[in-house]
């Protein structure tokens, strides 16, 4: 059975550097065709693709967040890891992981999701 | 970057109703799309992937199809369980985009 679970910080403050983590069973990130995820969704909008990491450890981010966004994976950990720079209450969202199946070259589907972790940025 | 276009962003149906949600990209993503539901405050299911397969354990009541620009999603007998917001995903090309969403009521 293939699971994810989100963890990191409820509440930041504007300007702090965000680091979430997914920790996840059922399959191995060293694997190729297999990669994680980071999907996001603030209140009340549509989700939004953040980042991927496959299984040979290439990395691909969205266009407008590229440059404060940092996705890793730790093989012997299950886990990937994202981290947000200058955090800002339009950052205010729930986070959420999940794998992507079979990785083309323009990223795959996402199954299953993580629960998702919420985090607010307010100082 | 690829925009996906849902339509309508809502709709009021049935129970037993059939109903189709469509989403257009801006430009070909050949058959690369899927749809996933979401319940309030709950993670998205991923419903359809490669615009027409369907994900296992969905029920055979959802279908996809389409390919180039523009695809469907169709849900034949609308069940209690099925009112949600669904939304497509293109992974064409990077960076990975998803449509605003369908916001399914009951009427």
């Known amino acids: 059975q293939v699971t994810l679970r989100e963890s990191g910080p409820a509440l930041v403050r504007p300007t702090e550097t965000l680091t979430l983590t997914c920790t996840f069973s059922g399959f191995s990130l060293s694997s190729s065709g297999l990669s994680v995820n980071w999907i996001r969704q603030r209140p009340g909008k549509a989700l939004e693709w953040l980042a991927l990491v496959d299984g040979i450890g290439d990395k691909f981010y969205a266009r407008g967040l590229r440059t404060r966004l940092t996705i890793s994976r730790d093989t012997s950990k299950n886990q990937a890891v994202l981290t947000m720079t200058n955090m800002d209450p339009m950052d205010t969202a729930t986070y959420y992981c999940?794998?992507?199946?079979?990785?083309?070259?323009?990223?795959?589907?996402?199954?299953?999701w993580g629960q998702g972790t919420r985090v607010t940025v307010s100082s | 970057d690829i925009q996906m276009t849902q339509s309508p962003s809502s709709l009021s149906a049935s129970v037993g109703d059939t109903v189709t949600i469509t989403c257009r990209a801006s430009?070909?993503?050949?058959?690369?799309l899927a749809w996933y539901q979401q319940k309030s405050d709950k993670a998205p299911k991923s419903l359809i992937y490669e615009a027409s397969s369907l994900q296992s354990g969905v029920p055979s009541r959802f279908s996809g199809s389409g390919s180039g620009r523009d695809f469907t999603l169709t849900i034949s007998g609308l069940q209690p369980e099925d009112f949600a917001t669904y939304y497509c995903?293109?992974?064409?090309?990077?960076?990975?985009?998803f449509g605003q969403g369908t916001r399914l009521e009951i009427k």
């Open positions: 999940a794998r992507t199946p079979v990785t083309g070259n323009g990223g795959g589907w996402f199954d299953p």
């Open positions: 430009q070909t993503i050949m058959f690369w």
């Open positions: 995903q293109q992974y064409n090309s990077y960076p990975i985009t």
